[in-house]
C-alpha cells in the first residue's frame, strides 16, 4: 500500500498551488489569478512530513481555507474554475474536498449547504469525496441524505458510488458518524438503489456497505440481502448478497449461512484434520496444513469452509480470527482435500506474540478439529 508521502506528498501540494494560481473566478467574486495568493498552501507542503494521511488532509485543507476568498460561493467558484484544468486532479482533490465541505456547512447562506454537496459531486471523478462527504452527514444528516439519494441516479457511476461509499457506517480512514451507526436502517434505500448497478465497482461499495451494517445490525443486513435475493433482479445480486455477508458467514451467523444456502453439515460430511506440517512456527515462517472433507450423503451440499487460528495475545490469553479457505459444492460420495500456507511474518495491522496457538476447521459454521502449535519469536 502506497504510504502518505507517496499519496498527498510536497510535491502533490505544490502543484495545487500552481493549479489554483492559474484560475480566475469569474462572477463577481473577484480574480484569484496569481501565485501569491497560495503561499499558505504552498508552505503547508513543507509541514507534511511527521504527518499521516488523513492529517495531512485536514493541514492542506487549513491552508486552503485560509488562502481562499473568505465566503463558501467565492471559494466555490475557484475550485469549479479549477475543474477545467486536467491537472486538477488525484490526491490534491481529499483537501479541497475537505475545504468545501468545512466552508458549506459554516455557511449561513441559504443554499450553500446544498451547493457543497453538488460541488463533491463534481470533483468525486477526480478523486473520491467520500471523506469529505462525512462533515456534511455529521452536520445534518437528513439533509445529507435527500441529496445523497438523488445521486443514485447520476449518469456518473462516481458518483453513484460516492452515494453508497461515503455514507458507510464504517468507511475506511474517514471521521465516524455516530447516527449512521445507531441508525444503520437510514442508508438501506441508497443500497437498494444500487445493489443491480451496472458497474462492478459501485456493486462492491454497496457489498462493503451492507457489511458494515452487519456488524452492526446483523438482522438488518440479513434481511436487506433476502430482499434483493428473493427479487432477483440481476444475475449479479447473488455475488452482491455473498460479499455482503462474508463476515456473518465467518461469524456463523445461522440466517445469513442459510441465506447463502450453507445448511448445518449433517454426520454424512466427514472432517479429517487439520493436519500440521510442524507444530512449531518462527517469525517470518508460514503455518502448513491440510484438511479433507468427505461427502458420505446421497445428495451434494454446498459448503463454506473457513479456519481459525487462536492467537495468543499480549496477555496471553487467545483470541480466535476466522479466514476464508474455500467456498465449494461437493457432490454425493466426493472427497475434497485442501492445504493451506498461513503467514506468521510481522505486519503492521497484527502483532504476533509467542507461545501456545491453535487452529480449527470451520464448515458452514460448526467448528471441528482443533490442533495446537507453538509460535516462537
Known sequence: MPTADELISAATIRQLARVLGATTAPGTHGSTRGSARWSTVRASAETLGPLGLSQRARAVRDALVQDLPGTYPAAADVFRTALAD???SGWMIW?????VAMM???SARPGDFEDGLALLASLTPRLTSEFALRTFLNADLGR???TVGTWTASADPSVRRLASEGTRPRLPWA???PELRHRPSVTVPILDALHTDADEVVRRSVANHLNDISRLDPALAVSTARGWSERAAATTTPAVARHAMRTLVKQADPAALYLLGFAPPSEDLIVTGPRLRSTKVTQDDELTFGVDLTNEGPRP??????YVIHYVKANGTTAPRVFKLTTRTLAAGERLALERRHSFRPITTRRHYPGEHALEIQVNGR???KAV???DL
Not at 483537501?95 to 475545504?99: D, G, T, Y
Not at 451440499?301 to 473457513?306: E, F, I, K, T, Y
Request: aromatic share 6%; hydrophobic share 50%.
Open 86 to 88: 486536467p491537472g486538477f
Open 95 to 99: 483537501p479541497v474536498s475537505e475545504a
Open 104 to 106: 458549506a456547512v459554516d
Open 144 to 146: 445529507t441524505l435527500r
Open 175 to 177: 471521521k465516524q458518524v
Open 301 to 306: 451440499v454446498r459448503l463454506a469452509v473457513d
Open 367 to 369: 467448528r471441528s478439529g
Open 373 to 375: 502449535f507453538v509460535v
